[in-house]
């Protein structure tokens, strides 16, 4: 049986895994990584809610100026170790959830009435 030598997304450190898409050396770096992502999440989903329903509130206190000081300190703390997951990944993990097509945007009319779909290509 093939052995993969991996290093753990958490903890840096290497690790025997008999499979190759393996990530974590133990549950305790799987639950340290998982647990930043969703406090750092819950951080960021009020501003993100904020930025796309009400614009002019988000542009008047600086929300995505906080945003990015957010992202800016976390870098700082992660010195460096990437501690998110891939764009193919993250995309992969919505699949089925919600009733709107990934990849399709729902944009507001100026009169926030009208709603319409738009394809991303
Ligand atoms: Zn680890």
Known sequence: ????TRHC???GEA???KRADKEFCCTPCRQAFNNRRMQRGAELYDLFRIM???RDVAKTEGVWAEMCRLE???ND???GQKTWQSAK???ANLKGKGSIPIGVVVARG?????????KLS
């Open 15 to 17: 690790f025997q895994s």
């Open 89 to 91: 990944k993250a995309l």
């Open 110 to 118: 100026i009169t926030g009435k009208a709603r319409t779909a738009v």
């Open 9 to 11: 997304a958490e903890c």
């Open 1 to 4: 049986m093939k052995v993969f």
């Open 72 to 74: 800016r300190q976390w």
């Open 52 to 54: 796309r329903r009400e």
């Open 77 to 79: 703390e992660d010195e």
